[in-house]
Structure formats: structure tokens, C-alpha cells
T-cell receptor, first 117, second 114 residues
Framework: NAGVMQNPRHLVRRRGQEARLRCSPV?????VYWYRQLPEEGLKFMVY????????ESGMPKERFSAEFPKEGPSILRIQQVVRGDSAAYFC???????????????FGPGTRLTVT | GENVEQHPSTLSVQEGDSAVIKCTYS??????FPWYKQELGKGPQLIID?????GEKKDQRIAVTLNKTAKHFSLHITETQPEDSAVYFC?????????????FGQGTILTVHP
């Protein structure tokens, strides 16, 4: 009964490099959310994806950040040309289904802790 | 957009005492309010949630209350145990527009002393 899996758990990048964070949702879940947690802060919504579609990216920085959830394989959050301010914990969550007026629990992964040096 | 305020930021209690964490939200359209527990180095785990058509919900030692008029909701933990020590987050969501997108509070560090 595997939950949400994220890898790597820890990632160190130098300024200007690219970071790729992977998220495998709970088996059978086709909805994925990415959240960012800065040190000693709450989680901030970044993007919501369904298979092959970005539904809501209102929390994503306009530049350098992108996300995808292909038909096959994990969801990927990509950060290009990382800066020190990108250092944070990035959490992925998945849910069974989403529809207006309905609520489905979001299961969170253990997170990827990105450190930019 | 929605804004969720949570307090206190830290809470220290003796084992067996009760702990209360409070949150307020800004958008009256929010209608789903989950609470998450986050242990060190782990992802948030849902512990209880409440919908806007319910005023109170209880699950063993944990209860949540919702006051829609005042736009605030609270988490109550009774008979606290050392293993309850963690960071607790409240959140709010509007199903009508946000498709499950959660807005989180800033978190409360709960420490239960044996």
C-alpha cells in the first residue's frame, strides 16, 4: 500500500543549476498538487495537475518553474537556474478525484528538501 | 484570495492536559477545513477535517469546531501524549472554485512534556 513517493528526499544544487523533483502519486490517483514550504512557514500552493494537463498554476512563479504530469511516469517539478531563495521543502500531494462541491483527501509525500548553495 | 491565520505559533502543555489551536479564514466561500500533523522530516498527515455544513466533529481525542459566522475553526486535543508533539497546520479550501487547492495557516509547534 504505497503512499505518495517523492525523490530525491534531499537535493543540493549550486546557483544556476537545474533541479528536478519527482512525485509518484498513490496508485490510482490521477490528481497531483505541489506545495512549497519555506523554513518555519506553512505550505504554499504552487500547481495542480491532472494527467497531461495543468489545471491551476496560480501559485507558480512566472519564471524558471515548470511542472508536468505525463500520461506515464511521475509528476515532475522543474526549477531552472536555481537561486538561494528556492531553498525550501517541496511537497507533492495526490487525491483520488476532484470535482466541484466534492472533497477528497490529499495524501502528502515526504517531501524533497532542496538546498541551493 | 483566501488567507488563513493560525495561532498560537507555539504551544507547550503537560501530558494529560488539553491543547487548543485556532484558525481564522478570510473568504466566506471556503467550505472545507482540514487539519494536518507534520512530524520532523515527514510530510503532512491529515488528522481530521470538517465541512461547512457541520459545526463540530470528533474522533477519539481530537475534535474540530467551526464557526462560519465568525469565520474561525479550532482543533482540540484532549489527554495529550508526548507522541502528539509535532507541527499542526490548519487549512481551508473552496470547492466551488479551487478544486481542492488548500490554503494553509502558518503552523503551531505543539510540545507535550511527559
Amino acid at each position: 500500500n504505497a503512499g505518495v513517493m517523492q525523490n530525491p528526499r534531499h537535493l543540493v544544487r549550486r546557483r544556476g543549476q537545474e533541479a528536478r523533483l519527482r512525485c509518484s502519486p498513490v496508485k490510482g490517483h490521477s490528481h497531483v498538487y505541489w506545495y512549497r514550504q519555506l523554513p518555519e512557514e506553512g505550505l504554499k500552493f504552487m500547481v495542480y495537475l491532472q494527467k497531461e494537463n495543468i489545471i491551476d498554476e496560480s501559485g507558480m512563479p512566472k519564471e524558471r518553474f515548470s511542472a508536468e504530469f505525463p500520461k506515464e511516469g511521475p509528476s515532475i517539478l522543474r526549477i531552472q537556474q536555481v537561486v538561494r531563495g528556492d531553498s525550501a521543502a517541496y511537497f507533492c500531494a495526490s487525491s483520488l478525484a476532484v470535482s466541484q462541491g466534492q472533497y477528497y483527501e490529499q495524501y502528502f509525500g515526504p517531501g524533497t528538501r532542496l538546498t541551493v548553495t | 484570495g483566501e488567507n488563513v491565520e493560525q495561532h498560537p505559533s507555539t504551544l507547550s502543555v503537560q501530558e494529560g492536559d488539553s491543547a487548543v489551536i485556532k484558525c481564522t479564514y478570510s473568504d466566506s466561500a471556503s467550505n472545507y477545513f482540514p487539519w494536518y500533523k507534520q512530524e520532523l522530516g515527514k510530510g503532512p498527515q491529515l488528522i481530521i477535517d470538517i465541512r461547512s455544513n457541520v459545526g463540530e466533529k470528533k474522533d477519539q481525542r481530537i475534535a474540530v469546531t467551526l464557526n462560519k459566522t465568525a469565520k474561525h475553526f479550532s482543533l482540540h486535543i484532549t489527554e495529550t501524549q508526548p507522541e502528539d508533539s509535532a507541527v499542526y497546520f490548519c487549512a481551508a479550501s473552496m470547492s466551488s472554485t479551487s478544486y481542492g487547492k488548500l490554503t494553509f495557516g502558518q503552523g503551531t509547534i505543539l510540545t507535550v512534556h511527559p
